[in-house]
């Protein structure tokens, strides 16, 4: 056991402590503040790890990729390339207090990297709560019987009246005339068409008339669906309300938001395996039908590898923003491990839940698994929606599944939007440290209003499309050029040094696989997902509808603007610095003076104080606690 001592950050030369209300009298760091308690920090982690991905992509790339052989690359990418990096980014931003842009000052040459992570951040936040708002809405959906999408005797009357036979589909088209005061549902009937000739279930003619309006192509933007843009403002006033305090008020709500899905995954499997059917559908994903000979296809690990680093949210700015604020001699080893076992473990459960279902829902179709099975929006508002419409008490299944997939979505949005704002305080504290609650509105009415062509007629077009082009290839070349940097120009070495000053000295063997990692193994395989990522490179498309040249042309701009800021930010740090050209290069290569812990009496020797000439005034108490 050791101790450490409280250290008081005072903000003005005069030495008046004006303490951010949000932070609280128990904090370490009354500058930054910290979370509340080491569970808050690891739910909202699990939170921000665990999202959409693991559900409506995961248990479709295993399917599709040979079953339980998929498990093979999956495990194996996540050891060298998920961890690893999840790893470094998590203690960068514990050490040093900062976010993911002041990290650099590590690397000043690369703090163009953290502006692209923060950039990347607001483009996925804009269309991200969009995908909450498309759940908020088939919530308010499923609150009636029938569901809307489902099917029923052609003879019957209701709000929904459709048929499936195996030769015919009986469909009726739905208006939704929603205004801010209430849901108002009006049905009427159309003439009975034939499934396969007309090419889409009920649940897909609801998703594309009903729920997005959807246009014929990104050409015909057409005017903003109301309803859409009512559940987009209350998913920006769920996200407003979360982060109003910061981390103290997303600690708490992250109890719910970050349990909560694994309790209706668990429901969802429980009554998926009751059903006739749920056997092929568990099959089909992971069972006996499991294919090794997909192993020798690269893009079985390509596809794992890709897997792995997007759903541990690696390169966004997250990890980074969300450790900052841990105390100094936290675990973060430790909690690595824990984040990311207990994603990909959730991954592996969720897709149970799923293709148990999906399995009854062939079966009910007479139809091979396969032709069920999707992902994606797909997934999540088409084939799963339609196999809930099958079970008993339909609605209640479908509220728990859509709750589930807003709390989901939730907790990333919270780590999505909390990089934003760290960032902006981290720029400016003196002028925004008390004003975290009007930083957090000011984000959420400004990215609510950019994302109102997102909710337009063609809005899933837009939504496609920034998913394509910002939270794709961007982020390997953020992560490929955080951990050289952090390797090669940084030092491996010393970063494992900064690291044992938080979490004590260890053998040189505890060491030896993270420096296989990060000096070589790691920045292969990005590369190589990489260079084989746009090599493979071919033109977005939703369905069968393909994108405009100048949507295309769009997103290769959001994708320029989010990367140009690197070689920006390397050539303004090395013009500012002194010296003849190579010095210019070296300095900007070196870490910064104030590089180092941000609490005095953290630094230590390795560091030192940061200067007599501060004008800031560190003061040490003597106060002492045991050592987590």
Not at 102 to 118: E, F, H, R, S
Not at 313 to 338: E, T, V
């Amino acid at each position: 056991m050791s101790i450490y001592y409280y250290c008081y950050f005072l903000q003005d030369s005069n030495g008046s402590n004006k303490q951010d209300p949000h932070v609280g009298q128990e904090d370490e760091n009354t500058d930054r503040g910290n979370w509340s308690s080491k569970r808050e920090y690891m739910l909202s982690m699990i939170g921000y790890a665990v999202g959409l991905g693991n559900v409506w992509r995961f248990p479709y790339l295993a399917y599709k990729h040979g079953g339980g052989a998929f498990l093979i690359p999956y495990t194996i990418m996540l050891a060298v390339a998920g961890l690893p990096l999840f790893f470094m980014e998590s203690s960068f931003g514990q050490f040093c207090s900062q976010g993911p842009i002041n990290v650099w000052k590590a690397v000043p040459i690369l703090q163009g990297v953290g502006i692209t992570m923060m950039l990347v951040s607001t483009f996925v936040a804009i269309y991200y709560n969009v995908i909450i708002a498309y759940s908020i809405y088939y919530l308010f959906a499923s609150c009636q019987y029938p569901l809307p999408w489902s099917a029923k005797d052609c003879n019957s009357t209701g709000l929904l009246d459709c048929f499936f036979s195996k030769e015919t589909l009986c469909c009726i088209s739905i208006a939704y005339n929603i205004t801010a005061a209430t849901l108002n549902v009006t049905a009427e009937n159309q003439t009975c068409q034939n499934e396969f000739t007309a090419g889409q279930s009920p649940s897909e003619k609801y998703w594309d008339e009903v729920a997005l309006q959807r246009t014929s192509s990104m050409n015909e933007t057409g005017p903003v669906v109301w309803h859409l843009a009512l559940c987009l403002l209350l998913a920006w006033i769920l996200v407003g309300a979360a982060l109003f305090k910061g981390i103290k008020s997303s600690g708490k709500v992250v109890y719910f938001t970050a349990t909560f899905p694994y309790v209706v995954l668990f429901i969802l499997l429980i009554r998926g395996v009751t059903l006739e059917g749920a056997k092929d559908g568990i099959e089909f994903y992971i069972g006996s039908k499991s294919n090794l000979t997909k192993l020798t296809d690269s893009e079985v690990w390509k596809d794992a590898a890709t897997q792995i680093f997007f759903s541990l949210s690696i390169a966004w700015g997250g990890l980074m923003a969300l450790s900052s604020y841990n105390k100094f001699y936290n675990n973060c080893y430790q909690d690595s491990i824990i984040v990311c076992v207990t994603n990909c473990g959730t991954s592996v459960f969720a897709g149970f839940a799923i293709f148990s279902i999906l399995g009854h829902m062939a079966h009910v179709y007479q139809r091979p698994v396969s032709e069920v099975a999707d992902a994606g929006f797909g997934l999540a508002f088409i084939a799963y929606p339609d196999a809930l419409s099958k079970l008993p008490i339909s609605p209640l299944w479908s509220i728990l599944f859509f709750v589930m997939l807003i709390t989901l979505g939730l907790d990333s949005q919270f780590a999505g939007i909390e990089v934003i704002a760290t960032c902006l305080q981290d720029a400016y504290p003196k002028l925004l440290k008390s004003k975290r609650g009007i930083v957090t509105t000011a984000v959420c009415i400004v990215l609510f209003l950019l994302g109102l062509p997102c909710i337009t007629r063609a809005g899933i077009y837009w939504v496609n499309l920034i998913d394509t082009f910002c939270a794709g290839w961007i982020l390997l070349v953020a992560g490929l050029l955080e951990v050289l940097g952090l390797s090669i120009l940084y030092g491996g070495n010393r970063f494992i040094k900064d690291i044992e000053m938080m979490i004590g000295s260890k053998s040189a063997l505890f060491w030896l696989w993270w420096r296989a990692c990060w000096f070589f193994i790691t920045p292969v395989v990005l590369s190589i997902i990489l260079v084989w990522s746009l090599y493979t490179f071919t033109s977005p498309t939703y369905g069968s509808v393909a994108y405009p040249d100048w949507g295309i042309s769009l997103g290769w701009g959001m994708t320029a603007f989010c990367l140009i800021w690197i070689p920006i930010l390397a050539v303004w740090k090395v013009y500012k610095a002194s010296g003849g050209p190579w010095q210019r290069i070296k300095e900007a290569c070196s870490p910064t003076e104030d590089w180092g812990p941000y609490l005095e009496c953290h630094r230590g020797e390795r560091y030192g104080t940061r200067g007599a000439t501060d004008p800031n005034i560190f003061v040490i108490s003597n106060k002492f606690t045991t050592r987590l």
